[in-house]
């Protein structure tokens, strides 16, 4: 069991930066891949980043390759997402996603390969 607990968002102006993090306890945390999705109101729950176990490959979605940053630290089991020059459009609830999986974008990218989950973050962007 892992279990995720998620802080950071909140309310900011188009352009401006917010550092989500993502505490885990439970079990041995570098044994998996952790993730970061997100959810709009009426939309589906969509990828955003991932990295791999020991952190040292990662992953981002199109849509926030040049804007957002993962990273994890395996002594403090912590995962964070420096997310910079945010849009209107990455407004969503924000959620940490833990599982363990093969590292391939087939699984990562899908959210039904994680077993645990946070209870999300909410980030509004104001244009």
């Known amino acids: 069991q892992v279990q995720l607990g998620e802080s950071g968002g909140g309310l900011v102006q188009a352009g401006d930066s917010l550092r989500l993090s993502c505490a885990a306890s439970g079990r041995t945390f570098s044994d998996v891949i952790v993730a970061w999705f997100r959810q709009a109101p009426g939309k589906k729950r969509e990828f955003v980043a991932a990295v791999s176990e020991s952190g040292g490959v990662s992953r981002s979605a199109d849509s926030v390759k040049e804007r957002f940053t993962i990273d994890r630290d395996n002594v403090k089991n912590m995962v964070y997402l420096q997310m910079n020059n945010l849009k209107p459009e990455d407004a969503a609830v924000y959620y940490c996603?833990?599982?363990?999986?093969?590292?391939?974008?087939?699984?990562?990218?899908?959210?039904?390969?994680?077993?645990?989950w946070g209870q999300g973050t909410q980030v509004t962007v104001s244009s």
């Open positions: 996603a833990a599982g363990v999986l093969p590292w391939h974008d087939v699984y990562y990218q899908d959210p039904r390969q994680f077993d645990y």
